[in-house]
């Protein structure tokens, strides 16, 4: 009988902790405007012509971006996506002067209690983009890259306006490095991969299920 009543506890105290998990469970979907900022060698122009870094002279650009996350409790997982245009050096890029980064990204996201309307939080994840762009005066000459992995790492708030409905300010630092290419011009075969890094200020709108476990303290 002694087995049996262990066997009847542990069925209880797992299905307790199965309801409390999806009791806990929080799930949003935002959208998200971003301005971006190069740094290192992404931002920087090469003093002469003979140079073969490829990727290089990028200027502030903007874009836009989609998240969809899933909470359990202070520890959550992400998916993001963007599309970014970097405006580029005149010396660098053909006449439009634009690169363009897109891809996906999948991360952990660790928040903080709720505490009034405030829900701060840090992030971080892997990045899956993509670079293109125009390379030299003419028109034809396109450059991309493949889409490799890099990082992102960031920092946020969840202000929250409704009980289904935050603000989403945050500040991320995106790496990564990237083989160029241009289709029709043969290019080095010992071509290093270059770095397209940049610190981003987003500013989203999110969808989400509300706060649970303690989620909501207004008054």
């Known amino acids: ?64 971006g989609l998240d969809l996350g899933l909470g359990l409790g202070p520890i959550g997982i992400y998916a993001g996506f963007d599309h970014i245009k970097f405006d580029c050096q005149t ?15 999948a991360g952990v996201k660790l928040a903080m209690p709720m505490l009034n309307r405030f829900r701060p939080y840090v992030k971080g994840g892997v990045t899956f983009q993509d670079l293109q762009g125009g390379y030299g005066a003419s028109s034809s000459n396109v450059l991309v890259t493949d889409k490799t992995p890099g990082y992102e790492i960031g920092l946020g708030l969840d202000y929250s306006l409704l009980s289904v409905l935050s603000l989403t300010p945050q500040a991320r630092y995106v790496g990564q490095k990237f083989k160029a290419r241009i289709p029709g011009v043969e290019t080095p075969t010992e071509l290093t991969a270059q770095g397209a890094n940049y610190f981003t200020f987003d500013l989203g709108l999110s969808v989400h299920t509300p706060f649970s476990g303690g989620g909501k303290h207004e008054r």
């Open 1 to 64: 009988m002694s087995r049996r009543y262990r066997i009847v506890g542990v069925a209880a105290t797992q299905v307790l902790l199965v309801s409390a998990t999806l009791a806990a469970q929080s799930i949003s979907f935002g959208l998200r405007g971003t301005g971006s900022f190069p740094t290192g060698s992404f931002a920087q122009q090469a003093s002469g012509p003979s140079s073969d870094v490829l990727i290089e002279g990028a200027k502030s650009g903007f874009g836009y």
């Open 91 to 105: 010396e660098t890029c053909q006449s439009d002067g634009k690169y363009t980064l897109q891809g996906v990204t």
